[in-house]
């Protein structure tokens, strides 16, 4: 492969990994060895996180103890919570918050640099920490974390302030096992560069939210949620389009880098989606994004046939956790809520390697120049 092909590592295999396998070609995400629509739907989000930690389904009594030790470090140091009401006077980004309450985690109880303690600080603190950040924003008091609620069941409780609707968790709980893990992404390689160093697990997930706040990793769940409304009616569907298509501009929520047929994750959060509007939701939005797909798909191949560009996961992403009540500048942060699960278990596998990641590169500047002093630099720019 050529210097030019590889500019962005793709194509080179950086790491070997239990945790996921992306297969573009076939639309397939595994997920330590299970389809992603067939745990996705199912697991717990501990059970999730234990898999991905060690490779296995958690017993009765594994997944007890993980549950327990999460719930036990859900609440924030002082001082993280005092971090996050000064940026919150700022009206500072949630993703910024994020990344600032992440490295904070450190003057937390157990965050002694050991990774396993890490871990779970990190599993259980980023819920608290993005909904504290939000209530701050909106001038409430932040909720105090409850220990009897599962980890999903809690988020929601932080961000609204009441325990929810089983449908409502569990159809969170999907989207966060959905999203949990996806193979060697932007911040899952930040996360493992920086814990290959020997650094501590806390450092390099708070370098995974950097680069997870970029928007060429973030993704545009909101956009793709915003064309929806633009549209408004499903009449209307097809003019629009049919112009954003005229104007060169990318339908949010269709195609994906990786994926050249149907997104996997798409057709589960589609199927949640489903399920959660039939049980309570906005039947109106649902059937209009969903006339707003069907069109959106059949305009593309009409006029890209040679190319196959199909729903991902960011178009039943803004959908569903709309549908939650969550605000669009929530859906990253969210997120990265199911994300650190992953993060985490990248880091482990990583420092258990033992090896330190130092890629190559290719030098293309000049050769051989000689040193001019200062005085004859300033005689030659002012010529």
Request: aromatic share 6%; hydrophobic share 45%.
């Given at each position: 492969?050529?210097?030019?092909?590889?500019?962005?590592?793709?194509?080179?295999?950086?790491?070997?990994?239990?945790?996921?396998?992306?297969?573009?070609?076939?639309g397939e995400l595994l997920l330590a060895g299970f389809p992603v629509e067939e745990i996705a739907?199912?697991?717990?989000?501990?059970?999730?996180?234990?898999?991905?930690?060690?490779?296995e389904l958690p017993n009765a009594g594994e997944l007890d103890d993980l549950q327990h030790r999460l719930a036990?470090?859900?609440?924030?140091?002082?001082?993280?919570?005092d971090l996050l009401r000064a940026a919150a006077s700022r009206r500072l980004p949630v993703m910024d918050a994020l990344r600032m309450g992440t490295a904070a985690l450190s003057l937390g109880a157990g965050a002694e640099g050991e990774p396993r303690e890490d871990a779970v600080s990190l599993v259980a603190?980023?819920?608290?920490?993005?909904?504290?950040y939000w209530r701050l924003l909106l001038g409430v008091r932040p909720v105090e974390p409850r220990e009897d609620l599962g980890h999903t069941a809690s988020y929601l409780h932080l961000l609204f302030g009441e325990e929810p609707a089983p449908e409502r968790a569990r159809g969170l709980e999907t989207y966060l096992n959905t999203v949990s893990d996806h193979g060697l992404n932007a911040s899952t390689f930040t996360a493992r560069v920086i814990v290959s160093t020997h650094s501590d697990l806390i450092s390099a997930v708070t370098g995974a939210v950097g680069a997870l706040k970029g928007p060429l990793h973030g993704g545009a769940p909101g956009p793709?949620?915003?064309?929806?409304?633009?549209?408004?009616?499903?009449?209307?569907?097809?003019?629009?389009?049919?112009?954003?298509?005229?104007?060169?501009?990318?339908l949010m929520g269709f195609g994906h880098r990786v994926y050249r047929v149907r997104d996997p994750r798409a057709d589960v959060l589609g199927v949640a989606a489903e399920r959660f509007y039939q049980e309570g939701g906005d039947k109106d939005l649902y059937e209009l994004a969903r006339t707003v797909e069907a069109t959106a798909l059949r305009l593309l191949r009409e006029r890209k046939p040679d190319r196959r560009i199909d729903t991902n996961v960011?178009?039943?992403?803004?959908?569903?956790?709309?549908?939650?009540?969550?605000?669009?500048?929530?859906?990253t942060p969210t997120f990265a809520v199911g994300r650190v699960a992953g993060w985490t278990g990248h880091g482990l596998e990583q420092l258990a390697t033992g090896r330190l990641i130092r890629p190559q590169s290719e030098y293309v500047g000049e050769r051989g120049r000689r040193w001019i002093p200062l005085e004859e630099r300033e005689t030659a720019a002012a010529r």
């Open positions: 492969m050529s210097t030019e092909d590889n500019r962005g590592l793709e194509g080179v295999v950086a790491a070997t990994t239990r945790l996921s396998s992306v297969d573009g070609e076939a739907p199912r697991a717990t989000f501990e059970e999730m996180v234990h898999l991905l930690w060690t490779g036990a470090r859900r609440a924030l140091p002082g001082a993280v919570v603190s980023f819920p608290t920490i993005v909904a504290a793709a949620l915003d064309m929806v409304f633009e549209i408004g009616s499903p009449e209307r569907a097809e003019a629009v389009l049919r112009e954003k298509l005229a104007r060169g501009e990318r960011e178009f039943y992403t803004a959908l569903l956790l709309h549908g939650l009540d969550l605000p669009t500048e929530l859906f």
